[in-house]
């Protein structure tokens, strides 16, 4: 039952005339008046004020300093940062294609309304709109593409005037153009990284300028990573090179049998047939992270082309690579028809690091409500506790007992996420362990790659990816101690040398001189939630975007 008499408690004014939800929340200080609704789930901060007749739709996220006019629509995707302005009668349409006899599929549906933006009386803002930090619309605009910090826009549609005299002066230090997350953006999308045909390479080699083989996994992680910079930039470019890399996959990498190869060489042919294309050995976790992606894409753009591949390499990983206990088995022979495991090295192995591959089946489970895509993804989050120590670490090798952290993190990122949806606290809390126990080993100086618990020593190696997920799982669990040091860490692992094409890349260590594409997606996106921790996942909407 809404809030139906006049309340004031530690500051907060809500007009007897308006109607709050119960699961709202509402910060000190703010003043609600007559006629306003504010919705289930709902949170608007601090010393904010909603005026006469506000629509504050479910889920809706407002910051602190919030002054929101008479008769503004807000609806269901929408997140206000810190001291905006929004102007009475603007409204957030939430329909790309209103008509009076359809359906109306509003999923994947978002704004963001950055620290500062002021938006004019009865604007019209269209779905899938960010507006930039300090960034001013006037009023009676009509946005149709997002705008960057710093300037005025307006007409119909709205377009670029001139810079705020905010952008001239004192935001200089904040400027997107200079922040390593723009730098690293900027290199997935415009370095060459992603080839012309979609496909993503590993890394581009600084030392012989070349660019490595093309790899299926990290091809997952970029459509996950175009759609991240959709999410935090609204731009549809990002959805295109999305598509892209998409449509390589169903056209080149995927196999007849569901999953998808490897690793496609120049010289195909000639190259190792342990992860050739030509080899058609296909791996659990390549084909996982894959669906993964296909699964985000089919969210953002609602093609069911998308979800039938998601669907089928799903089915793949579970009635063909999933065992009795749970596990996957982690590489599937396609012209023997056989599944393989070895020890020689993690990757080879059934292990906890399969819990990633939940990430997908979970979603899929969300859409289709079929209990296989359910039981497979509890099943492989069971398997993975099973190899937890309880120090907190994974064994990643069944051989040395060793931990290697690029695995340890998968593990635990997969858990977290299959844990949070299903709601299944056990796989959160150990996740949350393994998390602790990262940091626990973590110094000023990062951490290393490999713990073996019979010296109980960490490696000398050290590797970009690893201090990103390690960062990135803290920020996720609020674990605020060391996470300055492993940010100026990761930092550290940015190139900004002679060649300025590959400038904003992350390399993958300090000797080999490669810059990494997995590596800079990690880096990406660990330093973006470190200051927008909802960005990888809006709890409110059970929305989630890992890479």
Not at 3 to 9: A, I, M, V
Not at 108 to 122: C, D, F, L, M, P
Not at 421 to 429: A, D, G, H, P
């Amino acid at each position: 039952m809404g809030k139906r008499k006049s309340e004031k408690l530690n500051g907060i004014f809500v007009d007897k005339r308006a109607v709050v939800s119960d699961t709202a929340e509402i910060g000190d200080g703010t003043k609600i008046w007559a006629f306003a609704q504010i919705g289930d789930n709902a949170k608007i901060g601090r010393n904010c004020v909603i005026g006469n007749g506000v629509y504050v739709d479910r889920n809706v996220i407002v910051g602190n300093n919030v002054k929101i006019h008479n008769k503004a629509l807000l609806y269901d995707g929408l997140i206000v940062e810190d001291n905006c302005y929004i102007g009475p009668g603007v409204c957030f349409t939430n329909d790309k294609h209103p008509t009076y006899n359809n359906t109306r599929d509003l999923r994947g549906i978002s704004w963001r309304i950055r620290k500062g933006a002021s938006v004019g009386a009865n604007s019209t803002i269209l779905p899938d709109i960010n507006i930039g930090s300090n960034a001013f619309v006037g009023a009676g605009s009509v946005v149709t593409r997002s705008v960057p910090d710093g300037v005025i826009v307006c007409g119909n549609p709205a377009r670029i005037q001139r810079k705020t005299e905010r952008s001239q002066s004192n935001m200089s230090d904040i400027s997107v153009e200079k922040s390593p997350v723009d730098l690293a953006a900027k290199w997935i999308v415009s370095s060459g990284i992603q080839s012309g045909k979609g496909g993503f390479f590993a890394w581009f080699n600084l030392l012989d300028g070349n660019y490595s083989y093309l790899y299926s996994e990290i091809t997952g992680y970029g459509i996950t990573s175009l759609l991240f910079l959709y999410k935090m930039f609204g731009e549809k470019a990002y959805i295109d090179k999305a598509e892209l890399a998409a449509d390589w996959i169903t056209s080149t990498s995927m196999h007849p049998c569901g999953g998808v190869r490897s690793r496609l060489f120049d010289d195909d042919e000639r190259e190792d047939k342990s992860y050739s294309f030509t080899g058609e050995r296909i791996f659990s976790f390549d084909t996982g992270m894959a669906l993964y992606g296909m699964f985000n894409l089919y969210k953002i753009t609602g093609k069911a082309k998308y979800l039938e591949v998601s669907e089928t390499m799903a089915d793949f990983l579970i009635d063909k690579m999933q065992n009795q206990d749970g596990s996957l088995s982690p590489v599937y022979d396609a012209k023997k028809g056989v599944v393989i495991e070895s020890d020689d090295k993690w990757s080879n192995q059934k292990g906890g690091f399969h819990a990633k591959v939940s990430m997908g089946m979970t979603e899929l489970y969300r859409i289709k409500r079929n209990n296989k895509y359910r039981d497979a993804a509890v099943r492989l989050c069971e398997y993975a506790v099973t190899t937890q120590k309880e120090s907190g670490r994974f064994v990643t090798n069944k051989t040395d007992k060793t931990t290697h952290l690029h695995p340890h993190c998968y593990a635990a990122e997969g858990l977290w996420y299959t844990g949070t949806l299903f709601k299944i606290s056990s796989f959160v809390e150990s996740a949350k362990k393994a998390t602790e126990w990262a940091f626990e080993n973590t110094s000023t100086n990062g951490i290393n790659e490999l713990y073996n618990p019979l010296t109980k020593t960490f490696s000398s190696s050290q590797r970009s990816d690893i201090i990103a997920q390690v960062l990135r799982l803290g920020i996720i669990f609020s674990i605020g101690r060391k996470t300055e040091e492993l940010k100026s860490v990761l930092s550290g692992y940015q190139y900004s040398g002679e060649d300025t094409g590959q400038k904003g890349g992350f390399l993958y260590d300090k000797e080999s001189q490669c810059v990494n594409s997995w590596c800079t997606m990690f880096a990406m996106q660990a330093l973006t939630s470190y200051q927008h921790k909802d960005l990888i996942f809006e709890k409110e909407q059970l929305t989630y975007l890992l890479i």
